[in-house]
C-alpha cells in the first residue's frame, strides 16, 4: 500500500538549489573583508581625489569623515561604519571604485618613472658636458649662464657633502621643461582631434 506521506516530508529539489544558490558563510566573510579592504584603500587615499570618485553620497560622507577623525579608537568605529557602508554598494558600485583606484596606481607609477627619469638626466648633467648642450639644442630658451653655474655649484654641493641646494634647483628646472613640454604634446594632440573632428564634417 503506497505511503500517503511519501512526498510530503523533505526537500523538493528547488529549495535545495536556493540553498546551494546562496554565497557560503566563508565566501560571505571573503566579500566582507574585500569591501572593508577597499574601504580602508579610500580612506587613505588624498581627500581630492575621494571627492571625484563616483559613489553614492552617503559612502563618500562616511570616507571623509573617517579621514578627518584623529583619535585611534574613533577612527576605528568610523572604519567598521565605512566597511557597513561599502557593503551596501551594488556590484557595479564596486568594480567602478575598483577601476578609479587601479587608475591611480597606473597614473602614480606613470609619475615616478617620469621622476626617476628627470633624476637620471639630472645626473648626467653633472656628470657629462655634452648633457648640457643636448639639453640647450632642445631648449633654447633656458638661460646658459644660470644653469652652468647650477651644475658647478652642485658638483662641489656633493664634493664637500653640503646641503644639495644647487642639485635640487637643477631638478626643478628640468621638471619645469617636462611639463612644459607635455602640455605642448597635449595641446598637438588636441589640435589634431579638432582637425580629423574637421576633417570627418
Known amino acids: 500500500m503506497p ?5 510530503a516530508v523533505g526537500f523538493k529539489s528547488s529549495e535545495f538549489e536556493q540553498e546551494y544558490e546562496r554565497p557560503s558563510k566563508t565566501e560571505m566573510k571573503r ?18 581625489r575621494v571627492k571625484r570618485v563616483p559613489m553614492p553620497e552617503d559612502v563618500k560622507e562616511a570616507i571623509l569623515t573617517c579621514q578627518s577623525i584623529t583619535n585611534h579608537e574613533g577612527r576605528r568605529r568610523a572604519m567598521q561604519f565605512v566597511g557597513k557602508k561599502m557593503r551596501t554598494l551594488d556590484e557595479e558600485e564596486v568594480a567602478i571604485i575598483q577601476r578609479t583606484i587601479e587608475g591611480w596606481k597606473g597614473a602614480s607609477k606613470a609619475d615616478t618613472a617620469a621622476m626617476h627619469a628627470l633624476e637620471r638626466r639630472r645626473d648626467k648633467l653633472l656628470a657629462d658636458d655634452n648633457a648640457l648642450t643636448t639639453l640647450l639644442s632642445e631648449n633654447p630658451e633656458l638661460d646658459v649662464q644660470h644653469l652652468r653655474t647650477l651644475i658647478r655649484n652642485a658638483r662641489k654641493e656633493q664634493a ?33 582631434d579638432e582637425d580629423s573632428e574637421e576633417d570627418d564634417e
Request: glycine residues 4%; negative net charge; aromatic residues 4%.
Open 160 to 192: 664637500e657633502n653640503k646641503p644639495p641646494k644647487a642639485y635640487r634647483e637643477i631638478f626643478q628646472i628640468l621638471k619645469q621643461i617636462d611639463a612644459k613640454n607635455r602640455k605642448a604634446k597635449a595641446d598637438d594632440a588636441e589640435a589634431e
Open 31 to 48: 566579500q566582507s573583508d574585500a569591501l572593508q579592504a577597499l574601504g580602508a584603500e579610500l580612506v587613505d587615499a588624498p581627500r581630492d
Open 3 to 7: 505511503n500517503a506521506n511519501r512526498g
